[in-house]
T-cell receptor
């Protein structure tokens, strides 16, 4: 079975802190994604990466950066956390978007910024 | 601009009855559609998918219907069970994956 592992299930941080969310996948997938889920807004794409050291902005990249130094690992960085970044963060991996391809998600990290 | 829309934020159904979850999309270039199920504090899990060359795909109690002319798909769950209570996300595959806002299904015992 595909495994996408997010390093933390719950995190509490203070405003202004630098926050690292880590994600590791074990299926040698090319693509990795970071989404946030908020009530009424669904899953919104923050950043994605289609190869090592490559990254693309999603729909809501402001306030975030990412790092992909190894194929299996994709990190999301909040440079200076703010209260409006309190959310459920979901990492996903998969082959290229297309017919018969799907995303595999991690369990999520519930981040609270106080 | 939301390319995949789920206009019903919530749905309640009696156990044993049919649940119908709806999804609309705007981009006619989408060629593959998926449904994900999400429990609280867990990541979404893949449920069922359909290619644009088909109009129906069935997997046990779950059936997805695609109406390309209307740019509409629906997920039918028959019979509904209390364990089906979750948030369901519709997604479409283009150059990336586009997700709807989700429908929270409650199956009442």
């Amino acid at each position: 079975d595909v495994k996408v592992t997010q390093s933390s299930r719950y995190l509490v941080k203070r405003t202004g802190e630098k926050v690292f969310l880590e994600c590791v996948q074990d299926m040698d997938h090319e693509n990795m994604f970071w989404y946030r889920q908020d009530p009424g807004l669904g899953l919104r794409l923050i950043y994605f990466s289609y190869d090592v050291k490559m990254k693309e902005k999603g729909d809501i990249p402001e306030g975030y950066s990412v790092s992909r130094e190894k194929k299996e690992r994709f990190s999301l960085i909040l440079e200076s956390a703010s209260t409006n970044q309190t959310s459920m963060y979901l990492c996903a991996s998969g082959w290229a978007a297309g017919t018969n391809e799907k995303l595999f998600f991690g369990s999520g990290t519930q981040l609270s910024v106080l | 601009d939301q390319q995949v829309k789920q206009n019903s934020p919530s749905l309640s159904v009696q156990e044993g009855r049919i649940s119908i979850l709806n999804c609309d999309y705007t981009n006619s270039m989408f060629d593959y559609f998926l449904w994900y199920k999400k429990y609280p504090a867990e990541g979404p899990t893949f449920l069922i998918s359909i290619s644009s060359i088909k109009d129906k795909n069935e997997d046990g109690r779950f059936t997805v219907f695609l109406n390309k002319s209307a740019k509409h798909l629906s997920l039918h769950i028959v019979p509904s069970q209390p364990g089906d209570s979750a948030v369901y996300f519709c997604a479409a595959s283009g150059n990336q994956f586009y997700f709807g806002t989700g429908t929270s299904l409650t199956v009442i015992p």
